[in-house]
């Protein structure tokens, strides 16, 4: 797609605010609506995006699928992780305080934001990487 | 206000679905479940769901059509005539709309009270959110720390079904790759 230039031009100029948009979602999910699974969505539509107008080899250099066959997993991993080091600190699965034995309502923020982050990781490349199978079948 | 909105955005989400049961350029009908799930997201804002509106946008309006379109490409453009009668399949779709129906009549009114969700848990939960967790966005703290296994699951769920996908479509081509090694 080398002759559009007005799409070129305008997601060129949207992309880097979608990324914005979808790390205040997954940041300020503890204060405002949102959370890891929207902002997950929103950072695979940012990628799709970029996909269709620049070409699935374009997207494929920036995350290459690789990576998001080892980022499918990852998410889950961390989620659950999460979980079992709250199991060595003495806690029960899942109970966030645990990880700041000083100051529970830390810990249960930073636990809150590891899951979500998790969530964020596994949402996002699953979507890309339907998205990559699916682009990549007509050729 | 709201019920104007409400009215007008429900009305635009029949037309489309009518539209789509009409329309037998399938380009359009992808163009018009995009509109579709974007109405619904407006719908499921000014319902004060806006969690559910970003994704439905996200999802519905954006990787979904973008997955149709990809589909689109592999098969022809317009919908091959029907070689059964639809008389059945209508009656199925119409029996299965009935029923739905008339499952809402036994829910409860759209924002009431005195209902189960809003005597019981949600109460409990809005009460002690801050005390217990600190977070003040009680979605957030709902599902990821009181219902955090539930989410752990969720997430198992789009771990699997990604799996799945990948299964399905690229097992396939490896497949086929071996066959043309042994042919050669």
């Not at chain 1, 003495?90 to 966030?96: H, R, T």
Request: aromatic share 10%; with cysteine; proline share 4%.
């Amino acid at each position: 797609m080398t002759q559009h230039l007005i799409l070129r031009v305008v997601s060129k100029l949207l992309i880097p605010f979608l990324f914005l948009f979808a790390l205040y979602v997954q940041f300020h999910g503890d204060f405002g609506p949102g959370g890891g699974f929207q902002a997950g969505v929103i950072v695979a539509a940012a990628f799709v995006l970029y996909g269709l107008i620049f070409g699935l080899k374009a997207v494929q250099r920036v995350v290459p699928p690789a990576a998001l066959e080892i980022a499918v997993p990852l998410g889950v991993l961390i989620y659950a992780g999460v979980g079992v080091v709250n199991w060595f600190l003495g806690g029960n699965f899942l109970e966030y305080g645990t990880i700041d034995s000083h100051d529970p309502a830390h810990g249960n923020h930073l636990g809150i934001l590891l899951v979500e982050a998790g969530v964020l990781c596994t949402v996002a490349s699953t979507m890309l990487l339907i998205f990559y199978t699916f682009a990549g079948r007509g050729r | 206000m709201e019920f104007l909105i409400n009215l007008v955005l429900l009305l635009f989400l029949s037309a489309v679905t009518i539209a789509i049961i009409g329309v037998r350029n399938l380009f359009a009908v992808v163009v018009l479940s995009g509109t579709y799930s974007f109405i619904m997201a407006t719908l499921l804002i000014a319902m004060d769901a806006v969690d559910v509106g970003m994704t439905e946008a996200a999802v519905g309006a954006g990787v979904s059509t973008v997955l149709l379109l990809s589909a689109l490409h592999l098969t022809k453009t317009d919908e091959a005539p029907a070689k059964h009668s639809n008389v059945l399949p209508m009656a199925l779709a119409l029996l299965t709309g009935a029923s739905l129906v008339y499952g809402t009549w036994d829910l409860p009114r759209y924002g009431a009270e005195e209902t189960p969700m809003n005597d019981y848990v949600g109460d409990i939960y809005l009460e002690r959110s801050i005390p217990d967790t600190t977070v003040p966005n009680v979605v957030t703290s709902v599902l990821a720390s009181y219902r955090g296994y539930d989410t752990l699951g969720e997430t198992t769920v789009i771990f699997t079904a990604g799996i799945g996908v990948l299964m399905l479509l690229r097992g396939r081509r490896r497949k086929d790759g071996e066959g043309e090694d042994q042919k050669s």
